[in-house]
């Protein structure tokens, strides 16, 4: 078991040789929201990103309809009563999903500059956006 020391003076926790800050009930607050926040946010945006769009096109006189995902068109034949179904239930999850997202997304701004007061969440702009690099990729969650 690590050996534990608390200084009263400094508001510091001692393990070892690593130094942690104990946060204040402020700090605390602040961390709990936010990181519920950012746990709504974070499977509504993967999930948008993977759901992709669905796109109906005329081609010689008939219409298909095709899933989109980036610069990739996949067909899903032509178009039918049980596509346009699909398409229309589709765009509204794909309308949900947006909502959501950008809703959270204004809610973690507004909080991020009292993160930042706060010093909660602080870390170099590299390892943050390599951390994010491999979060898209789905390598986080293993």
Known sequence: MLAQKRLASHNLIYFNSMQFF?????QRRQFIDAQQAFTAWRPAVME???LGTLRAQSSKG???MYEVHGSVRKSLGRETPELIRMKVKHDARRAALK????RLEM???EMAPVNRA????RMQTIAARILRALDREGLLDR
Do not use: F, S
Not at 22 to 26: A, G
Not at 99 to 102: E, P
Not at 118 to 121: E, H, P, R, S
């Open 22 to 26: 104990e946060l204040t009930n402020e």
């Open 48 to 50: 948008l990103d993977k």
């Open 62 to 64: 008939n219409r298909y």
């Open 99 to 102: 909502g959501t997202a950008k």
């Open 107 to 109: 809610r973690l701004e």
């Open 118 to 121: 706060l010093g909660l969440g």
